[in-house]
């Protein structure tokens, strides 16, 4: 299991940062969820980069996604990967399905 958390700075400019669940104890209880849900992806999402439009945890199920930031960083999350996406603001990431996946998305109030 990985834990990645993708950002941006203040020049809008898209980070990936590997996490350790030690280092932050405030991702093993989640409050202010505004939304849970369960999706399943046929393979065929590629995505330019996009900010979201609320930060979101997201815990890989099955499959494997790529996640591009715009400094250059890639990495590919697989089942049982988390990642953390607070980019919502400036370029945003990247996103290509590699297989179909599933995922659990955690919606998270500010």
Same mark, same amino acid.
């Given at each position: %299991?990985a ?5 941006s700075?203040?020049d809008?400019?898209? =980070? #990936?940062? *590997? &996490?350790?669940l @030690?280092? =932050?104890?405030? &991702?093993?209880v989640?409050i202010?969820?505004? @939304? ?9 999402r590629?995505?330019d980069?996009?900010p &979201?439009p609320e930060?979101r &945890? !997201? #815990? =890989?199920?099955?499959? @494997?996604?790529? #996640?591009g930031a715009? *400094?250059g960083a890639k990495?590919v999350?697989?089942?049982?990967? !988390?990642?953390? %996406? @607070? ?5 945003? =990431?990247s996103? *290509?399905?590699?297989t179909?996946?599933?995922a659990v998305?955690?919606?998270l109030n500010d």
């Amino acid at each position: %299991m990985a834990i990645y958390r993708v950002f941006s700075d203040a020049d809008g400019e898209s =980070h #990936i940062e *590997d &996490l350790k669940l @030690e280092d =932050h104890p405030e &991702l093993g209880v989640l409050i202010n969820v505004s @939304e849970v849900r369960v999706q399943e992806f046929d393979g065929s999402r590629h995505r330019d980069f996009n900010p &979201l439009p609320e930060r979101r &945890l !997201i #815990i =890989h199920l099955s499959g @494997e996604v790529e #996640i591009g930031a715009s *400094d250059g960083a890639k990495r590919v999350l697989r089942a049982g990967d !988390i990642r953390l %996406m @607070e980019d919502v603001t400036g370029k945003g =990431h990247s996103h *290509d399905d590699l297989t179909p996946s599933a995922a659990v998305y955690v919606l998270l109030n500010d």
